[in-house]
């Protein structure tokens, strides 16, 4: 399966809003993603609980996996800005 490990930018981590922000784009993208952190805790992209609970902070990076490599595309890129100001 594609995936693509990115460095979370915004300042909270993906926590509160970039979570929000990030689950919303995960789930209108209409294909399963998941997130991994680095203790290996597995999340749905589009489960904004399950992103909380990943406790993701500043600069951490995490592990995107999909089906589609446009989604992973999107979802990284939007990681590796500070969602924080958006």
Do not use: C, K, Q, Y
């Not at 809003?17 to 680095?38: C, D, I, K, Y």
């Not at 749905?44 to 992103?51: C, E, K, R």
């Not at 595309?73 to 939007?78: E, G, Y």
Request: glycine share 10%.
């Amino acid at each position: 399966m594609p995936e693509r490990t990115v460095r979370v930018a915004a300042r909270s981590g993906l926590h509160a809003r970039p979570a929000a922000l990030f689950s919303e784009a995960a789930a209108g993208l209409g294909v399963p993603v998941t997130v991994t952190n680095a203790a290996g805790a597995e999340a749905d992209a589009a489960s904004i609980l399950g992103l909380l609970t990943l406790g993701v902070p500043h600069g951490a990076e995490v592990v995107l996996r999909s089906e589609s490599g446009d989604a992973l595309d999107v979802l990284a890129a939007m990681l590796e800005r500070d969602l924080d100001d958006e």
